[in-house]
Protein backbone atom coordinates (compact mmCIF):
# COMPACT_ATOMS: atom_id res chain seq x y z
CA UNK A 1 0.00 0.00 0.00
CA UNK A 2 2.70 2.58 -0.84
CA UNK A 3 1.98 5.78 -2.22
CA UNK A 4 4.50 9.08 -2.65
CA UNK A 5 2.74 10.96 -0.34
CA UNK A 6 2.20 8.74 2.72
CA UNK A 7 5.68 9.39 3.27
CA UNK A 8 4.38 13.40 4.07
CA UNK A 9 2.64 12.23 7.18
CA UNK A 10 -0.98 11.43 5.63
CA UNK A 11 -2.68 8.21 4.10
CA UNK A 12 -4.08 9.41 0.53
CA UNK A 13 -7.93 7.84 0.09
CA UNK A 14 -9.45 8.39 -3.51
CA UNK A 15 -13.18 7.58 -3.78
CA UNK A 16 -14.04 8.34 -7.22
CA UNK A 17 -16.67 7.15 -9.96
CA UNK A 18 -16.24 5.94 -13.26
CA UNK A 19 -18.27 6.17 -16.28
CA UNK A 20 -18.20 2.79 -18.48
CA UNK A 21 -20.14 3.44 -21.91
CA UNK A 22 -21.81 0.01 -23.87
CA UNK A 23 -22.38 -0.67 -27.48
CA UNK A 24 -24.81 -2.72 -29.05
CA UNK A 25 -27.74 -5.01 -26.97
CA UNK A 26 -26.14 -7.51 -25.08
CA UNK A 27 -25.41 -5.34 -21.48
CA UNK A 28 -28.17 -6.60 -18.91
CA UNK A 29 -28.85 -3.27 -16.57
CA UNK A 30 -27.18 -0.76 -18.58
CA UNK A 31 -29.10 2.68 -18.46
CA UNK A 32 -28.36 6.12 -19.77
CA UNK A 33 -25.35 7.92 -18.08
CA UNK A 34 -25.13 11.97 -17.98
CA UNK A 35 -23.89 12.45 -21.50
CA UNK A 36 -27.00 10.23 -22.79
CA UNK A 37 -24.66 7.19 -23.78
CA UNK A 38 -25.55 3.69 -22.35
CA UNK A 39 -23.69 2.36 -19.88
CA UNK A 40 -22.53 1.53 -15.83
CA UNK A 41 -20.92 3.14 -13.29
CA UNK A 42 -17.92 1.75 -11.26
CA UNK A 43 -17.55 3.35 -7.96
CA UNK A 44 -14.26 2.41 -6.24
CA UNK A 45 -12.29 3.35 -3.24
CA UNK A 46 -8.17 3.41 -2.62
CA UNK A 47 -6.28 3.36 -0.12
CA UNK A 48 -3.05 4.48 -1.20
CA UNK A 49 -2.46 3.03 -4.60
CA UNK A 50 -5.08 -0.51 -3.33
CA UNK A 51 -8.09 -1.19 -4.14
CA UNK A 52 -10.33 -2.10 -1.66
CA UNK A 53 -14.11 -1.55 -2.21
CA UNK A 54 -16.62 -1.16 -5.93
CA UNK A 55 -19.99 -1.51 -6.46
CA UNK A 56 -21.04 -1.43 -9.72
CA UNK A 57 -24.48 0.58 -11.04
CA UNK A 58 -26.53 1.46 -14.19
CA UNK A 59 -25.78 4.37 -15.54
CA UNK A 60 -28.67 6.36 -14.53
CA UNK A 61 -27.74 6.75 -10.65
CA UNK A 62 -25.58 9.84 -9.66
CA UNK A 63 -21.66 10.07 -9.60
CA UNK A 64 -21.67 9.39 -5.47
CA UNK A 65 -24.26 6.98 -4.96
CA UNK A 66 -23.40 4.51 -2.42
CA UNK A 67 -21.05 6.64 -1.06
CA UNK A 68 -21.48 5.72 2.52
CA UNK A 69 -20.88 2.47 1.80
CA UNK A 70 -17.45 3.04 0.54
CA UNK A 71 -16.42 5.52 2.98
CA UNK A 72 -17.27 2.89 6.18
CA UNK A 73 -14.95 0.17 4.20
CA UNK A 74 -12.13 2.34 4.10
CA UNK A 75 -12.97 3.32 7.79
CA UNK A 76 -12.63 0.08 9.14
CA UNK A 77 -9.86 -0.48 7.08
CA UNK A 78 -7.71 2.06 8.55
CA UNK A 79 -5.17 1.37 11.25
CA UNK A 80 -6.58 2.55 14.72
CA UNK A 81 -5.60 6.30 15.39
CA UNK A 82 -4.87 6.75 11.47
CA UNK A 83 -6.00 9.77 10.01
CA UNK A 84 -6.69 9.28 6.40
CA UNK A 85 -6.66 12.73 3.77
CA UNK A 86 -10.03 11.83 1.79
CA UNK A 87 -9.33 13.18 -2.25
CA UNK A 88 -12.64 13.84 -3.59
CA UNK A 89 -14.46 15.37 -7.18
CA UNK A 90 -16.82 17.07 -7.07
CA UNK A 91 -19.53 14.53 -7.24
CA UNK A 92 -18.95 14.12 -3.38
CA UNK A 93 -19.30 18.06 -2.66
CA UNK A 94 -22.32 17.05 -0.74
CA UNK A 95 -23.21 17.74 3.15
CA UNK A 96 -23.88 13.70 3.56
CA UNK A 97 -20.37 13.45 2.98
CA UNK A 98 -18.66 15.71 4.69
CA UNK A 99 -20.63 15.36 7.90
CA UNK A 100 -19.75 11.10 7.58
CA UNK A 101 -15.98 12.43 7.63
CA UNK A 102 -16.15 15.07 9.99
CA UNK A 103 -18.00 12.58 12.37
CA UNK A 104 -15.04 9.99 11.73
CA UNK A 105 -12.34 12.86 12.24
CA UNK A 106 -11.06 12.48 8.85
CA UNK A 107 -8.93 14.99 6.93
CA UNK A 108 -10.86 15.59 3.25
CA UNK A 109 -10.60 18.20 0.24
CA UNK A 110 -13.09 18.43 -2.31
CA UNK A 111 -13.26 19.92 -5.61
CA UNK A 112 -16.10 22.38 -6.06
CA UNK A 113 -17.32 22.84 -10.04
CA UNK A 114 -20.74 22.90 -10.46
CA UNK A 115 -21.85 26.57 -11.10
CA UNK A 116 -24.53 26.74 -9.00
CA UNK A 117 -22.13 25.77 -5.64
CA UNK A 118 -19.25 28.13 -6.90
CA UNK A 119 -21.40 31.51 -7.61
CA UNK A 120 -21.17 32.45 -3.98
CA UNK A 121 -17.30 31.62 -3.86
CA UNK A 122 -16.45 32.98 -7.04
CA UNK A 123 -18.45 36.46 -5.27
CA UNK A 124 -16.41 35.75 -2.37
CA UNK A 125 -13.31 35.11 -3.94
CA UNK A 126 -13.42 38.45 -6.56
CA UNK A 127 -14.19 40.97 -3.03
CA UNK A 128 -10.99 39.64 -1.53
CA UNK A 129 -8.19 42.52 -1.19
CA UNK A 130 -4.64 41.93 -3.13
CA UNK A 131 -3.06 41.28 0.10
CA UNK A 132 -5.08 38.08 0.74
CA UNK A 133 -3.75 36.40 -2.29
CA UNK A 134 -0.02 34.17 -1.71
CA UNK A 135 1.76 33.15 -4.43
CA UNK A 136 1.52 28.69 -5.22
CA UNK A 137 4.07 28.21 -7.45
CA UNK A 138 7.72 29.39 -8.43
CA UNK A 139 6.54 31.83 -11.53
CA UNK A 140 3.66 33.25 -9.54
CA UNK A 141 1.26 32.13 -12.20
CA UNK A 142 -1.31 31.24 -9.38
CA UNK A 143 -2.21 32.43 -6.03
CA UNK A 144 -4.47 30.98 -3.91
CA UNK A 145 -6.26 32.05 -0.62
CA UNK A 146 -8.60 31.13 2.34
CA UNK A 147 -12.47 31.79 1.96
CA UNK A 148 -15.54 31.04 4.45
CA UNK A 149 -18.85 29.84 3.11
CA UNK A 150 -22.10 28.21 4.67
CA UNK A 151 -23.69 26.34 1.85
CA UNK A 152 -27.73 26.70 1.57
CA UNK A 153 -28.81 23.76 4.62
CA UNK A 154 -25.44 22.73 5.35
CA UNK A 155 -25.07 23.03 9.46
CA UNK A 156 -22.02 25.31 9.82
CA UNK A 157 -19.49 27.79 7.81
CA UNK A 158 -17.08 25.31 5.74
CA UNK A 159 -13.70 26.47 4.84
CA UNK A 160 -12.42 26.60 0.95
CA UNK A 161 -9.19 27.39 -0.70
CA UNK A 162 -9.83 29.60 -4.27
CA UNK A 163 -6.73 29.28 -6.67
CA UNK A 164 -6.78 31.93 -9.26
CA UNK A 165 -4.69 32.43 -12.18
CA UNK A 166 -4.04 35.38 -14.61
CA UNK A 167 -2.21 34.23 -17.24
CA UNK A 168 -2.08 30.64 -19.22
CA UNK A 169 1.06 29.30 -21.18
CA UNK A 170 2.91 32.65 -20.65
CA UNK A 171 0.16 34.83 -22.04
CA UNK A 172 -2.07 37.06 -19.59
CA UNK A 173 -6.10 36.22 -19.24
CA UNK A 174 -8.54 38.82 -19.86
CA UNK A 175 -10.03 37.79 -16.53
CA UNK A 176 -8.58 35.48 -14.11
CA UNK A 177 -9.84 31.68 -13.97
CA UNK A 178 -10.69 30.44 -10.30
CA UNK A 179 -10.79 27.11 -8.81
CA UNK A 180 -12.40 26.22 -5.61
CA UNK A 181 -11.67 23.58 -3.26
CA UNK A 182 -13.17 22.94 0.01
CA UNK A 183 -10.89 21.60 2.93
CA UNK A 184 -11.08 20.27 6.43
CA UNK A 185 -8.17 22.46 7.87
CA UNK A 186 -6.02 25.65 7.42
CA UNK A 187 -2.55 24.60 9.19
CA UNK A 188 -1.06 22.85 6.26
CA UNK A 189 -0.97 26.15 4.29
CA UNK A 190 -2.16 27.21 0.43
CA UNK A 191 0.69 25.51 -1.26
CA UNK A 192 0.50 22.01 0.44
CA UNK A 193 -3.31 22.02 0.44
CA UNK A 194 -3.57 22.56 -3.32
CA UNK A 195 -0.10 20.25 -3.85
CA UNK A 196 -2.28 17.27 -2.44
CA UNK A 197 -5.21 18.16 -3.89
CA UNK A 198 -3.99 17.60 -7.11
CA UNK A 199 -2.51 14.21 -6.41
CA UNK A 200 -6.11 12.87 -7.16
CA UNK A 201 -5.46 13.26 -10.24
CA UNK A 202 -2.72 10.36 -9.93
Known amino acids: MEHELSHRGWLPIFVDGTAIEVYGKNF ?3 ERLYN ?3 GFWLHGAFIGNLW ?3 RFYPGNVHPSEGYEALIQTVLKLLPEGTRGYFLM ?6 KGVVKLLKEAGQDYSISVTH ?6 LYELAQSLPEEAW ?3 TDDGTEEAAFIYHQPTGWPEEETYVVVRRKSDGGQRRLFPSYLFILV ?3 DLGLRELVKRHRQKQG
Open 134 to 136: EKI
Open 52 to 54: VKE
Open 184 to 186: SRE
Open 115 to 120: GVHKKP
Open 89 to 94: DSAYYK
Open 28 to 30: EGA
Open 36 to 38: GEQ
